[in-house]
Structure formats: structure tokens, C-alpha cells
């Protein structure tokens, strides 16, 4: 009986003998690129998603508020002194904090118009905005939201 000779099988990389696994430097590179570049875009994603629900946040605030400063005005018929009155005065449980500043006390505050009818009459808050000066998504300053 006439021995064949033995001949390497083919698993899909050339020039490998049995026994001798492993990848090439080239094969190496190429992963590591590809992971490289899949994990810039994931953190690029994570980003804008943060921002995105932060400014959801802000937008839900300001709603939020604006509507317990119209219920005060609609019940009372003036506007609340500060924004702690919308608190004691329980239209609020508590003031929210502004997702950009991280502080309940950076909330920029608009007067309301005097009253002429009514001279003695203190001018309450009649706005509330954001006080962070910085730029949303959309191109727009969050303190003219």
C-alpha cells in the first residue's frame, strides 16, 4: 500500500500546520481598530443621549413650574413673592433642581408687570428659566427656554 502524502487542511488560514493556532499581528490590528472605533461611536452616542434627557428634563421642569405659578395666580390673584412660596404654599412639593446647574437655587426668576390699580402690591414671580448659560441641542441658550 502506497502512503499519500499529507497535506495541511484547510481551515481557513492559509500557511498554518496543525498545532499551530493563533492570530496573525495583521488579523490583531484589525480588531483592535474595529473596537476602537465601535467604542468612540458608543461613547458619542452615550453623550448626546445624556444631554438629550437632560434637556427632557429641563423642558418637564419649566412646565411644571410655569403651570403651579399659573394655578397660584388663577387661585389667588397675584402672583407667588418667590419660588419657596409655591412650596409652603403647596402647589409644589419641592423645587426641582435644574439638571444643568445641579441646584434648586440657580432658577432665574421674571417679575411680574406692576400693577397700577394696585400700587401697594408686591410683584411676584411671573417666569421662571434655567440658570445655565449653556447651549442645547438645538442651538438655543437653555435661559431662554
Same mark, same amino acid.
Not at 498545532?19 to 499581528?25: D, Q, R
Not at 480588531?31 to 445624556?50: F, K, P, Q, R, S
Not at 433642581?97 to 411676584?124: I, K, R, Y
Given at each position: ?6 497535506w ?6 492559509p500557511?498554518?500546520?496543525?498545532? *499551530? ?5 495583521v ?14 461611536l ?6 448626546t443621549?445624556?444631554?438629550? @434627557?437632560k ?22 390673584? *397675584?402672583?407667588p413673592?418667590?419660588?419657596? @412660596? ?36 408686591v ?23
Amino acid at each position: 500500500m502506497v502512503k499519500r502524502a499529507e497535506w495541511p487542511v484547510c481551515t481557513g488560514a492559509p500557511f498554518r500546520r496543525d498545532g *499551530e493556532g493563533g492570530w496573525t499581528l495583521v488579523e490583531m490590528l484589525i480588531v483592535i481598530g474595529l473596537v476602537i472605533i465601535l467604542a468612540g461611536l458608543a461613547t458619542v452616542g452615550y453623550g448626546t443621549a445624556v444631554t438629550r @434627557s437632560k434637556e427632557a428634563v429641563l423642558k418637564e421642569d419649566l412646565f411644571r413650574m410655569r403651570d403651579a405659578i399659573d394655578q397660584y395666580f388663577a387661585d389667588r390673584n *397675584e402672583y407667588p413673592a418667590t419660588l419657596d @412660596s409655591l412650596v409652603t404654599d403647596g402647589y409644589l412639593r419641592r423645587i426641582p433642581e435644574d439638571p444643568f446647574t445641579e441646584s434648586s437655587s440657580s432658577w432665574e426668576t421674571e417679575p411680574a408687570a406692576f400693577d397700577s390699580s394696585n400700587p401697594l402690591a408686591v410683584p411676584g414671580v411671573f417666569d421662571v428659566r434655567s440658570g445655565s448659560q449653556g447651549v442645547a441641542s438645538d442651538g438655543s441658550v437653555y435661559a431662554e427656554w
